[in-house]
């Protein structure tokens, strides 16, 4: 029997799909979902299809930026047969997105029996919510958005790249929240920090979703439920994207501070009160 139903499959698509891209945590409103739905978040199947659903999703940014994919990588191939071609910023861009996966893929084979086991935590996803909201309100607040995103530089890449391992240890905390606001803080505006948020993800939750597929079929996860949550995610994703880069290019985060800190508290209390 699957751990996960079709329609549990469904509805856990969606979450992941809305929640992936916003600086709202995805790991955080699945492991809420889980939750309120009498899923373990603990369990090992269940943790394999939160990270194979994320496919999905990216899926989503692959469609959603072809072009823009298809421009960097050629120019990396390019660099890499001519000289001259490497002193194009699309080529060192390709090479700034690769070498700043590689602190989140260390960092998560090594703690990976934390982050499947105590770190998965509800109130680890409470107190993660609250915390990096604080930190997103700063950023936004800190940051003179002056930056576009031909500015950016390896140094940029590293530091944003490399503070996705915050929302890898503490789920809630949110990927999409740690790098914008670490790219806000570097003075990037909130469009160029949410782009920069999206090129780097797809390397990390592509990698995470492909190692965790074996772990999750093998742990009771039936293959039909796997494909309708990840095709849900995508659509659902691709429409997510869209809305996330109108809405960033004339708001603040303040709307997203205050959404997760009422959702944290929230769930404070129903840990607090034995519901969840």
Known sequence: MSAISVGQAVVLGAVEGVTEFLPVSSTGHLKITEGLMGIPVDDNAVVGFSAVIQVGAIAAVL??????????????????????????????????????????????????????GPLASLWVVAGSLVVGSGMMWAADQMGRH????????????????????????????????????????????????????????????????????????????????????????????????????????KHSFNAFVIYRIIVGLLLFGLLGAGVL
């Open 146 to 249: 002056k930056r576009g995103e031909d500015d950016t530089s390896f140094k940029d890449a590293m530091l944003v790249g490399s503070s996705q391992i915050l929302a890898l240890l503490f789920p809630g905390f949110s990927r999409s929240g740690a790098t914008m606001s670490t790219a806000l803080i570097l003075d990037l505006d909130r469009v160029a920090a949410t782009r920069l948020s999206f090129f780097l993800g797809i390397p990390a939750l592509t990698g995470a979703g492909l190692y965790e597929l074996k772990d999750a079929l093998g742990s009771g996860t039936g293959a039909l439920p796997l494909a309708v949550g990840t095709a849900v995610s995508f659509l659902v994703a691709y429409a997510s994207i869209a809305w996330l880069l109108r809405f960033v290019a």
């Open 63 to 116: 469609v959603y930026f072809f072009k823009d994919i298809v421009r960097i990588v050629s120019a990396w191939f390019r660099g890499l047969r001519d000289p001259e071609e490497r002193y194009h910023h699309d080529y060192k861009f390709a090479w700034w997105v690769i070498c700043a996966t590689i602190p989140i893929v260390a960092v998560g084979l090594a703690a990976k029996p934390l982050i499947e």
